[in-house]
């Protein structure tokens, strides 16, 4: 069974705006940290955005996205979203949702314990 199942990824222009989603499983704990990371032809995974439980949701942005994605959780429904608003060409990549078990939002792919399969984002000029 796939612990995370991304959606809403597709081919949009650029100043549009997509939202992923990410659905996990029964097995995942509604405390995990959840982050969304991407990783675009020739380049390392990097991440993107994170969200914590503590303290109502403590959220990380990484610059190149700040002021333009929202990350949100909605624990009722085992699900995890990125708002994505005024995308640009660089933001083309595969995008991918990831949980760990632990407080703490870390930046580095490997420190995450569930990952989902991918879904591809493509912004056009």
């Known amino acids: 069974q796939v612990p995370l199942v991304e959606s809403g990824g597709g081919l949009v222009q650029a100043g549009g705006s997509l939202r992923l989603s990410c659905a996990a499983s029964?097995?995942?704990?509604?405390?995990?940290?959840v982050a969304w990371f991407r990783q675009a032809p020739g380049k390392e995974r990097e991440i993107v955005a994170a969200?914590?439980?503590?303290?109502?949701?403590?959220?990380y942005y990484t610059d190149s996205v700040r002021g333009r994605f929202t990350i949100s959780r909605d624990n009722a429904k085992n699900t995890a979203y990125l708002q994505m608003n005024s995308l640009k060409p660089e933001d083309t990549a595969v995008y991918y949702c990831?949980?760990?078990?632990?407080?703490?939002?870390?930046?580095?792919?490997?420190?995450?314990?569930?990952w989902g399969q991918g879904t591809q984002v493509t912004v056009s000029e």
């Open positions: 969200i914590s439980y503590v303290n109502g949701g403590t959220t």
């Open positions: 029964e097995g995942i704990s509604k405390n995990a940290t």
């Open positions: 990831a949980a760990r078990d632990g407080i703490r939002i870390v930046i580095l792919p490997r420190f995450y314990d569930y």
